[in-house]
């Protein structure tokens, strides 16, 4: 079935940890995005690609990575994981930057 | 003030009802507009886009308001299946970067 596929569907990271969470589509869709999202918050962009090789910062990069090196791979990376981190984060991809995105069913961090 | 608002309700509403949803935008130039559906623990959901001149999906109509910098959700004859939280996007002029609203919660009841 096309769509978004992320990994891990959940985890419990210990704080000072390094993780990365795995995002892939097989749409070939250019565009790709990372939300968190919070209870009271909404979702919020932290990173995004609007073609492979290419990334930019979204409203709330600071402790994240990413990287583009081909158009269905879009893995998120926590250097060292904080517990404000522990959110829900979903992976995102849209045709272009100005059709509407499709979202993957997420993944739920919990950072202790 | 928020750049995108919603009320987060819950709204509490009988089958068959019909209900309608708010969402104001703070910024004059935005561009594009769309509503989200979001069930528990799950992803969010297309739902529909909103054009200037309104648009219908069956029992869904969006209508965008610039004047007054809002968008709206109305759905008719509610069915168990609408309870959700519905999520308003709002596209800035000048950039592709989605602005969610927190969601409005609603609930139909049997």
């Known amino acids: 079935i096309a769509g978004i596929t992320q990994a891990p569907t959940s985890q419990i990271l210990a704080a000072g940890r390094r993780m990365t969470l795995r995002c892939t589509q097989d749409?070939?869709?250019?565009?790709m995005y990372w939300y968190r999202q919070d209870l009271g918050l909404g979702l919020r962009l932290i990173h995004y690609?609007?073609?492979?090789?290419?990334?930019g910062k979204g409203e709330v990069p600071d402790g994240y990575s990413v990287s583009r090196a081909n158009t269905d791979d879009f893995p998120l990376t926590l250097a060292s994981a904080v517990p404000s981190q522990t959110s829900v984060y979903f992976c995102?991809?849209?045709?272009?930057?100005?059709?509407?995105?499709?979202f993957g069913d997420g993944t739920r961090l919990s950072i202790l | 003030r928020k750049e995108v608002e919603q009320d987060p309700g819950p709204f509490n509403v009988p089958e068959g009802a019909t209900v309608a949803f708010n969402c104001t935008y703070s910024?004059?130039?935005?561009?594009?507009f769309f509503w989200y559906r979001q069930d528990c623990r799950k992803e969010p959901k297309l739902l529909m886009s909103?054009?200037?001149s309104g648009n219908e999906d069956g029992r869904f109509t969006a209508q965008l308001n610039r004047a007054s910098q809002y968008i709206s959700l109305l759905i008719r004859d509610s069915k168990l299946s609408d309870s959700a939280t519905y999520l308003c996007?709002?596209?800035?002029?000048?950039?592709?970067?989605?602005?969610f609203g927190t969601g409005t919660r609603l609930k139909v009841l049997a």
């Open positions: 909103v054009y200037s």
């Open positions: 996007v709002v596209i800035p002029s000048g950039t592709y970067k989605y602005i």
């Open positions: 690609s609007n073609t492979a090789g290419t990334t």
């Open positions: 995102a991809s849209s045709d272009n930057p100005n059709q509407p995105q499709h």
């Open positions: 910024n004059s130039a935005s561009q594009s």
């Open positions: 749409m070939r869709h250019n565009a």
